[in-house]
């Protein structure tokens, strides 16, 4: 991605880039630019969650995990541990994967159909977003989970992981996780390049 001299500096100073590292090097590293990306995600999430309950009404997230749980029983409760164990993939999915389809509900919701909740809230929210959050959810909505099987990993910095059901190898740079996986573990989530992170 190629920074413009007043956009904010990567570095995170607050300065435009000119005012503050644009004479220092040529691109900011990579590790620097994924910090960047981690906390335009922060920022977006925190935007996106309360977004949805607006647009969608208080049930959407209940309606949404009965369809990430591919409606379980009735008689089964979805509690606070349930939400615990599914929550680090339920949440990411449930702002750039689940659609509204009032044909699979039993509740109407307020909000409308085909559309993920990042998607809806960057076409009313265009002007708001800054360009990593652009970046952010083109780069993740609608990609699907899959299972990443660790081929290599550099503690603390990151791993290379093979798609197990589409194929494919991807580099990923992720701190705490890479401290805990080791080779020929298979992980449940999603991995995604974004502007070549």
């Known amino acids: ?11 995170g100073s607050g300065k435009k880039y000119k005012n503050c590292c644009l004479g220092k090097q ?4 990579q590790t620097l630019y994924y910090r960047r990306l981690s906390e335009a995600y922060n920022r977006l999430a925190d935007r ?12 959407a997230i209940g309606v949404a995990i009965q369809e990430f749980l591919l409606w379980p029983d009735p008689d089964d409760e979805i509690g606070e ?9 339920f949440w990411p999915w449930f702002m750039f994967n689940w659609e509204y389809d009032s044909s699979s509900s039993e509740l109407t ?10 998607e809806l809230y960057a076409e ?13 959810i083109e780069s993740t909505n609608r990609k699907p989970y899959s299972f990443l099987e660790v ?4 503690r603390g910095k990151g791993m290379q992981m093979e798609d197990v059901l589409k194929g494919g ?22 991995a995604v390049s974004a502007d070549g992170v």
């Open 26 to 29: 040529s691109e900011p590293s």
């Open 151 to 154: 081929v290599h990993v550099d």
């Open 1 to 11: 991605m190629k920074i413009g001299r007043n956009d904010p500096c990567p570095c």
């Open 48 to 59: 996106l969650l309360p977004y949805a309950t607006r647009k969608f009404g208080k049930e």
């Open 81 to 89: 541990e349930i939400f615990e164990k599914v929550g680090p993939l």
């Open 124 to 136: 009313e929210h265009r002007d708001r977003l800054d360009p990593l959050e652009h970046i952010l």
């Open 109 to 118: 919701l307020p909000g409308p159909e085909g559309l993920t909740v990042a």
């Open 169 to 190: 190898s991807i580099e990923v740079q992720e701190r705490s996780g890479s401290e805990y996986v080791q080779p020929w573990d298979v992980v449940f989530g999603r």
